[in-house]
Structures are given as structure tokens and as C-alpha cells.
């Protein structure tokens, strides 16, 4: 089973960037879908980005299409998420997920492995 804790987040100014890491351990982080989602204050989770397990496909939120970008380092097992351009509607708490499935879901529903979340905020 693997499991996944994300590091990188922090304080930014809009327009400023951060490089979000998701630390998995388990041998069969190859295999697994992974994906990026956030949730703001008082807002359900919603659906960042996602790559399927050979990492040839790579799906993005309209929101951040353009300026985030899906990544992932099978020799050190980690996820990452360049953020550029951020804005203040970018903040929250991102949280890391995989699923053993290898299918991409635009949906929290689809992923069944979840890190604990690190905190981005965004100030104007």
C-alpha cells in the first residue's frame, strides 16, 4: 500500500510560484494513478490534475491550465506540482492522492489514497 506526504507549501505573493512534492512510499508507485487536489475554506475538495501511471497523459483543471504543471520522479517516488502564476483564488490546503486503478478520475471519488494536505496561500 502506498502512502504519500506532501511537502512544499507555504507563502506567496500572486504571481509568485511553488513546487508542491508528494513522497510515496511502496513499491507500486509506478503502477498507481496520481493526482493533485485542493480544497479552499469553506469549499469542497476539487480536482487540480492527474497522470496516468506511465505519465503520457496529464489532465488539468480549467483553472489552472497553463500555469500548474503534473510531474512525477518514479527513482525517488515522488509527485510534484509546479505552480506558476498563482493567484489568491489559489489557496488552500493541496493534498497528493493515488489510486491503485491506474485510471485517471477527475473526482476525489476516484482516488483511493490520500496524503495529509499542506497549506498554500496566496496573498494579493
Known amino acids: 500500500q502506498v502512502q504519500l506526504v506532501e511537502s512544499g507549501g507555504g507563502l506567496v505573493q500572486a504571481g509568485g510560484s511553488l513546487r508542491l512534492s508528494c513522497a510515496a512510499s511502496?513499491?507500486?508507485?509506478?503502477?498507481?494513478?496520481l493526482g493533485w487536489f485542493r480544497q479552499a475554506p469553506g469549499k469542497e475538495r476539487e480536482f487540480v490534475s492527474a497522470?496516468?501511471?506511465?505519465?503520457?497523459?496529464?489532465v488539468y483543471a480549467d483553472s489552472v491550465k497553463g500555469r500548474f504543471t503534473i510531474s512525477k520522479d518514479n527513482a525517488k517516488t515522488t509527485l510534484y506540482l509546479q505552480m506558476n502564476s498563482l493567484k489568491p483564488e489559489d489557496t488552500g490546503v493541496y493534498y497528493c492522492?493515488?489510486?491503485?486503478?491506474?485510471?485517471?478520475?477527475?473526482?476525489?471519488?476516484?482516488?483511493?489514497?490520500w496524503g495529509q494536505g499542506t497549506q498554500v496561500t496566496v496573498s494579493s
Open positions: 492522492a493515488a489510486d491503485p486503478s491506474g485510471i485517471i478520475v477527475e473526482d476525489e471519488s476516484g482516488f483511493e489514497i
Open positions: 511502496g513499491r507500486s508507485f509506478r503502477s498507481y494513478a
Open positions: 497522470m496516468t501511471p506511465s505519465g503520457e497523459t496529464t
